[in-house]
Structures are given as structure tokens and as C-alpha cells.
């Protein structure tokens, strides 16, 4: 047997020569730079690595979801790529920004960069998050320092409102900054407090939908969008929950184990004895016996079993949503702070109770929106839809009653059509509907046949019921959009120079005071030279319009008041036809009058949510047009002399010209009347026989 052969024997390394234990360290390295991310979700992000500043939060230190375990919820909802938009109705202090917003952004810039927008409804709101929030956050959360830099340093790229960081950026901006919203594409965008957002950004439209709108190119967006709601039906946050798939956050009673949603109905309270005095502000309420009692098993809740409770909630949704998920009835009920607590809401429900009660409800729209996080149902001046419907007139369409003499023609521009109401006038203003429709065409190209579509359709003549023809004897037409005011321009210069001159081109004045007149005359000063209009390079004027005024001599400022709710015949009633287009009565009613937050509570009127109000606005502007005509002032003997006019040209066959009265008396003082409509000598437009969006003209 052959004994093996003895292994060649292994040289000695030296230990200094040795680089298998750095390299193995520097392979380390290495793979730890190159490996993937961790796969986590926003709340393991959160609990794992982020912290809280003092400077931004009541309990610094190590972040915990467990706190306020309904931002769970939110949190899956912004993983899950099936959803493309967030949605948050509230209540103030609920741990939105912080919980939500300012850990979604954590976790995207340290696993997912990619480049991110913000609109807050102000700079100065912008500016307060950057400084109190997010860079605080960068400051302790060690994960975060080295990937953004914080030290203002232009080398990076950064300014005041944007943060570099590899892999993207994060950009804030404000509402009412068109520069800030149309600029810059990216696949997340964040709406806070939507309520409080412009809503017509210097007339290119409403500041969520453009800055909505950056995200359109990108597959996997992100759209969050949350606040605190304000008045029902125009609240934006409110119309966003109601599309989403209407989320709930449901407790479990710890006594009888069934769920549901925490509602302020269900908070009680002690009075005390007829004996006792009453307080001055709470009356005869005991804040201090407050307790929150089960719907199902009338068990009392403690503040501590209450937040026992919260803490075991589900999330459950109550419709479809179709790729939005949306969390509401998000109350303070839910929150476990000191102030939240059941004494301290009953306090602060019985003050604005209190305030209320002595006609200041502001308190009281507060305690609703910030504490509850519900819209304020503010009820007064509202009109009902079906009542308007059910006060239609059997006339037809395009045919002026008896007393109905004098035609006005109300025009929105839109980019894609005109809106157009064509209405009728009598002694007293009373009026009746002739038309209201649309022609749709490319408003912005002055070339589009629409423009000829529109001559047609305005200018008449129209049918009276004695057989004789009316003719328009004043148009105003919205001018207003900066996309198609040169072309409204154009075409209302052209309009002039065949005789026209009673076609206005008007605007709807920006005033929130609700001081303006509905119809004045235009200052000289707007035409001079040294400051050029748009308007003035057409040798044209502007006629501003007091929408305020016309909408609160219209719809009411009030409970009880406006035209719309007038009956019967007489002065300043409004009549409308039982044809007329069924979103009619919807637009017309698209409005109300109630407390505004973008104008320190102060009452104006406001779209409701996902309404359109074109029709409101071309109520408004035949209104205007026929207050140019001082219709309102004109005595009974001009009208009767009107009437026989228009009989005796019917009798021999002639055409009555429309009689437009000078504008000069109305001037101000120190206002000169620029282009009055002129006494008669208008040339009148050819006849027409043809349907012109869907408008039949009668011979």
C-alpha cells in the first residue's frame, strides 16, 4: 500500500500582507451601498426611523403610529399602488401634517425618491412648514440627515421653498401663484387645506386642478389631498370625500364589543339643579360630567377608555371609489390630547353656542369644521331647485310674452363655448327668459366659426306674442378669461364698426366689499395712453360689473330675500319657460352667500363645489345690460309708448329699431361715459333661418 504523498506545505503571510479581512469588510461595504432599499411600508418607516423635534411637536422624540392609530390606515393607502389619490376630511390637530404628510415625504426620500410638490393655500403657510416641520424633521431623523442638505447653501441647488436630494426634489408653493403651479411635473402631489386654496388663479382656474394636473404624465401618481372642511356644498375637501370610496374609522365599545363611528351626538352632559345659579356662558351645563355614551349599550366612556377604545379601531369603507380612498368624520373625538379632552369640547361647544345664539356664529362654524371635521350646513338663503322647476311658464322658447318689450343678452366666454342667456324686459324690471344655452367652438381662435355662430344667435330678431319682431338692444360679453379677452375684443370692435356700439365687453369685479354698482359707467383714466390695456389697443373700454350686488339683488343676500323667490307677476319678478334646459335651475341656484375663511369670515358668495354656475354669471351680465338701458327707471308711459311702437311697426310691416338710451346720466363725478350705446341708428344684423346650436330662429 502506497502511504500519500505529504502536502506541499502553505507559505507564511505576513499579517500586514494579509488583505483578505479588508477586502472582505470593503465587499461589505459595497454590497450594503449597492443593495436594493428595504421594502417597508410608510408606518414601519416611520416607527423604525423616524423622530420628532421639539420645535415642531408637544412630544419630541422617538415617532409612534400607535399614538394615533388611525394614520395607519392613511398610511396603507398611500402604499397601495391601486390608489392614485388620498383624500382627508378632519378635524384640526389630528396628526395630518406631521403623521401623514411629513412621514410620507420621509419615507420617500430615503426609499422611493422622486420629485414632489406641495400647495399650501399662502406663502406664508408654505414658509411656516418648511421651517417648522420638514427641516426639523431632516435636523434629528439621522436616517434623513445625509441625504438633504439643510444648510441653505446655493452649491446644492436648494432655496428658501426647494430641497435637493438624490433622486428627486421637494418643491412648496402657494395657491395663488400660477408660476408655482403650472411649471414643474412630478408623480406626487400635496393639496393642504384645499378649502383655504384661490379659486381662480388671475382667471386661468381653479389652483387645485392646475397643480392636480402635473401629475397626468406619470403612471404610478400620487395625489394627497386633506384638510378641514368649511361651508357644505362649496367646501372642496367635503366634494373630494364624496368621490373617494368614503372611509370611516369605526370603535369598538370595550362593553358590548360593537363598533362604530365617534359622532358628537353621543356626547352628554349633567345640568345642574333649577336651584343653582345659572353661569353666564354655559348656563345651567356641567362641562365637568361630560362622557361619551355607547349607541348601542348606553355604557358611559371615560376620556381613558375612550382612547383605550381608539386605539382597537378598523377603517372600513362605505362606497366605490375607483383608485381614490377617502378618510372622513375624523372628529377630535378621536385624538388623545389634552385639550381634546370630552370637559374642554363641551366647553368650547357651549362658548360658541353661546356666541351664536347672540348672532355671532363664527365661533360656532369654527367648533364644526376644526373640532368636529365636518362642513357647516349654513342653511340661510339657500333655494330650492324644485320649487324653481315648479314655477315654470307655459311660453315657448324665443318668443317674448306681452309685456315682455326690451331683449338684453347675457355671454360667458369660455375656452371651448359660449354660454348665452337671452332675456326679456317689462315695466319694473320684470323679466322672462328667452334662452339659455351653449355653442360650443374654439374660443381662442378668432377664426373659429363659433364667432359667427354666436352674431347669430344674439342679435335677433326674436318673436313676440303680438306677432312683431324684437330686436337685442344691448349685449354684455365676458372678457374677463386672459386666454380669450383679445379675441372678445376683436370681434366686439368688429361689432362697433357695423353700428353695434351697445355690445359690451365687460368683467366681473374682483371686490369682495359688495360695494359696486351692477352697471357703471367707465373711467377716462382707464384709457390712457401711458398705461395700455389689452382693451385700449381695440379702442375699447372695460364695463366693470358688481357681481356681488346683482347676485344678492338676484338669489338674495339673505334668508327670505332675492328675486328668484318672487311669485307671481309684477316688478322685479323673474320668469322662465318650461323648456328651458334642465341644468338651468342647477346653475342658476350654484351659489351661496356664506362665511369665507380666504376673506376673514366674511359673507360672499361662493361656487358650490363640482357646480357650474354659467348661468348665473350670464344672468348677471343681461342684468348689467339692461341697467345700461336704465330699464329699472324707465316710468310706465315709456313703456307704454314701446308697446305701441311695436304694434304699429307690426300693423304697417316694419322693423322697430331697439331703442338704447344714453349712458351719460349715470357718469360719476369724476367719470366721463365712454361709447354709449347710440339713439336707434344701429344697422341690424341679416335675418336668419337657419339652427344654430340647436336655437331655431322664427321669422
Not at 434629528?140 to 436630494?165: E, H, Q
Not at 369654527?366 to 371635521?373: I, T
Request: net charge positive; aromatic share 8%; with cysteine.
Amino acid at each position: 500500500m502506497t502511504a500519500p504523498r505529504a502536502s506541499a506545505r502553505q507559505p507564511i503571510v505576513p499579517a500586514w500582507l494579509d488583505t483578505r479581512a479588508p477586502a472582505a469588510a470593503l465587499a461589505a461595504r459595497v454590497w450594503k451601498h449597492w443593495a436594493p432599499p428595504p421594502r417597508m411600508t410608510t408606518t414601519e418607516w416611520a416607527n423604525a426611523f423616524r423622530y420628532l423635534s421639539a420645535k415642531g411637536s408637544a412630544r419630541p422624540g422617538k415617532y409612534s403610529a400607535a399614538l394615533t392609530p388611525w394614520i395607519s390606515a392613511i398610511h396603507a393607502a398611500l402604499d397601495d399602488p391601486a390608489i392614485h389619490k388620498v383624500v382627508l376630511m378632519k378635524a384640526a390637530q389630528v396628526a395630518w401634517t406631521d403623521g401623514v404628510i411629513t412621514n410620507y415625504i420621509g419615507k420617500r426620500i430615503d426609499l422611493d425618491p422622486c420629485p414632489m410638490l406641495a400647495m399650501f393655500p399662502t406663502m406664508e403657510s408654505a414658509k411656516d412648514y418648511m421651517q417648522e416641520k420638514f427641516l426639523p424633521m431632516i435636523e434629528v431623523t439621522p436616517r434623513l440627515r445625509a441625504k438633504v442638505d439643510t444648510s441653505g447653501s446655493r452649491k446644492s441647488g436648494n432655496r428658501g421653498l426647494f430641497k435637493n436630494f438624490a433622486g428627486g426634489f421637494l418643491k412648496l408653493s402657494w395657491s395663488n401663484s400660477i408660476s408655482k403651479l403650472k411649471s414643474t411635473p412630478a408623480p406626487v402631489v400635496i393639496i393642504e387645506e384645499p378649502d383655504d386654496a384661490s379659486a381662480n388663479v388671475r382667471g386661468q382656474g381653479d389652483a387645485i386642478k392646475l397643480i392636480e394636473e402635473r401629475t397626468k404624465t406619470y403612471a404610478r401618481r400620487k395625489i394627497i389631498f386633506g384638510g378641514t372642511p368649511s361651508i357644505k356644498d362649496v367646501s372642496a375637501i367635503e366634494d373630494a370625500y364624496r368621490a373617494s370610496d368614503q372611509r370611516k374609522f369605526f370603535v369598538p365599545c370595550h362593553a358590548c364589543g360593537q363598533d362604530h363611528v365617534l359622532e358628537w351626538a353621543n356626547v352628554q352632559w349633567d345640568e345642574s339643579g333649577p336651584e343653582a345659579a345659572r353661569h353666564e356662558v354655559y348656563g345651567r351645563a356641567l362641562p365637568e360630567t361630560a362622557r361619551y355614551v355607547c349607541p348601542h349599550c348606553a355604557t358611559s366612556w371615560t376620556d381613558a377608555q375612550k382612547n383605550t377604545n381608539v386605539r382597537r379601531l378598523t377603517c372600513r369603507a362605505t362606497a366605490q371609489g375607483r383608485g381614490v380612498a377617502g378618510f372622513g368624520y375624523l372628529s377630535e373625538l378621536y385624538a388623545p390630547w389634552h385639550e381634546s379632552r370630552m370637559q374642554r369640547l363641551v366647553e368650547r361647544y357651549l362658548e360658541a353656542k353661546h356666541k351664536a345664539d347672540q348672532g355671532d356664529s363664527a365661533d360656532e362654524i369654527v367648533f364644526v369644521n376644526s373640532c368636529l371635521g365636518l362642513p357647516y350646513e349654513y342653511a340661510k338663503g339657500s333655494i330650492d331647485e324644485e320649487m324653481l322647476k315648479s314655477r315654470a311658464e307655459d311660453y315657448p322658447e324665443l318668443v317674448a310674452p306681452l309685456d315682455a318689450l326690451v331683449v338684453t343678452v347675457g355671454v360667458d366666454t369660455q375656452h371651448d363655448r359660449f354660454a348665452i342667456i337671452i332675456r326679456a324686459w317689462g315695466l319694473g324690471e320684470e323679466s322672462w327668459l328667452l334662452y339659455w344655452g351653449e355653442i360650443y367652438g374654439n374660443t381662442t381662435d378668432r377664426s373659429d366659426p363659433v364667432w359667427q355662430e354666436l352674431e347669430k344667435v344674439i342679435f335677433g330678431p326674436f318673436q313676440h306674442e303680438t306677432g312683431a319682431e324684437l330686436w337685442t338692444s344691448a349685449v354684455s360679453i365676458d372678457s374677463g378669461d386672459g386666454n380669450t379677452s383679445e379675441n372678445v375684443y376683436h370681434w366686439v370692435r368688429r361689432q362697433h364698426r357695423m353700428g353695434k356700439h351697445y355690445v359690451m365687453p365687460i368683467k366681473g369685479d374682483s371686490e369682495q366689499t359688495g360695494q359696486k354698482e351692477i352697471f357703471t359707467v367707465p373711467s377716462t383714466r382707464t384709457m390712457d395712453h401711458r398705461t395700455p390695456t389689452k382693451a385700449s389697443k381695440f379702442g375699447l373700454k372695460v364695463w366693470h360689473v358688481g357681481t356681488h350686488k346683482a347676485k344678492d339683488l338676484i338669489l338674495g343676500g339673505r334668508e327670505g330675500a332675492g328675486r328668484i323667490r318672487l311669485e307671481g307677476r309684477g316688478p322685479g319678478r323673474i320668469h322662465f319657460y318650461t323648456d328651458v334646459r334642465p341644468d338651468y335651475y342647477e346653475q342658476i341656484t350654484a351659489e351661496v352667500k356664506a362665511p369665507s375663511r380666504r376673506h376673514a369670515g366674511k359673507l360672499v358668495w361662493q361656487q358650490k363645489a363640482g357646480r357650474r354656475n354659467e348661468a348665473l354669471d350670464c344672468e348677471v351680465y343681461a342684468l348689467h345690460a339692461a341697467r345700461s338701458l336704465k330699464l329699472h327707471i324707465q316710468p310706465e308711459e315709456w313703456w307704454n309708448r314701446r308697446r305701441a311702437a311695436l304694434t304699429q311697426s307690426d300693423l304697417f310691416g316694419r322693423r322697430e329699431e331697439p331703442q338704447a338710451v344714453p349712458l351719460d346720466e349715470q357718469a360719476q363725478e369724476d367719470e366721463t361715459p365712454a361709447n354709449p350705446p347710440p339713439p336707434a341708428q344701429a344697422t341690424q344684423p341679416p335675418r336668419v333661418s337657419s339652427r344654430v346650436g340647436g336655437l331655431g330662429r322664427r321669422r
